[in-house]
């Protein structure tokens, strides 16, 4: 069963589809590298897919508890390459929730966070989340 699949299509480019809907994500990789830079690289992705994963499973924890979610964000603020094994080594993502969310639960949701993401519990690499209570 096809879930995705990706494409060169020219200039180290790549166009990924989604086979539920055949959606079209592209890749790049930086100009350094010869690549375009128009598009997230690969190594990108596996930041934004961490962010996503974080993110996701910090809303599903609070709707299960009635909190608003609907400011809720993520920036990836680090990805580190260690050369030596060409591997992501760290990244590190700032969450933003809401401010009203009551200090005593703010452990929960953050551990609930870190140990929920299915994507965090894949990745090797150092994972940094960076809580602010500020939306």
Same mark, same amino acid.
């Given at each position: 069963?096809?879930? @995705?699949? =990706?494409?060169?299509?020219?200039?180290?480019?790549?166009?990924? !589809?989604?086979?539920?809907?055949?959606?079209? &994500?592209?890749? $790049?990789?930086? /100009?350094?590298?010869?690549?375009?830079?128009? &598009?997230? !690289?690969?190594?990108?992705?596996? %930041?934004?897919?961490?962010? =996503?994963?974080?993110? /996701?499973? @910090?809303?599903?924890? @609070?709707?299960?508890? $009635?909190?608003?979610? =609907?400011? +809720?964000?993520?920036?990836?603020?680090?990805? #580190?390459?260690?050369?030596?094994?060409?591997?992501?080594?760290?990244?590190?993502?700032?969450?933003? &929730?809401?401010?009203?969310?009551?200090?005593?639960?703010?452990?929960?949701? #953050? =551990? %609930?966070?870190?140990?929920?993401?299915?994507?965090?519990? /894949?990745?090797? !690499?150092?994972?940094? &989340?960076? +809580?602010?209570?500020?939306?």
């Amino acid at each position: 069963m096809k879930i @995705a699949e =990706a494409k060169h299509i020219g200039h180290n480019r790549i166009s990924l !589809s989604y086979a539920n809907t055949d959606k079209i &994500f592209t890749t $790049d990789i930086p /100009t350094s590298h010869g690549g375009l830079g128009e &598009f997230p !690289s690969p190594v990108v992705l596996v %930041a934004e897919a961490l962010a =996503a994963c974080a993110l /996701t499973t @910090a809303c599903l924890w @609070a709707s299960k508890r $009635d909190i608003d979610n =609907a400011k +809720f964000y993520a920036i990836v603020e680090k990805i #580190e390459i260690d050369p030596n094994t060409n591997a992501v080594s760290d990244i590190t993502i700032r969450l933003h &929730f809401n401010r009203n969310i009551d200090p005593e639960l703010r452990p929960r949701i #953050e =551990a %609930a966070t870190h140990r929920g993401c299915t994507v965090g519990n /894949t990745l090797a !690499s150092n994972k940094t &989340f960076v +809580f602010e209570y500020d939306v």
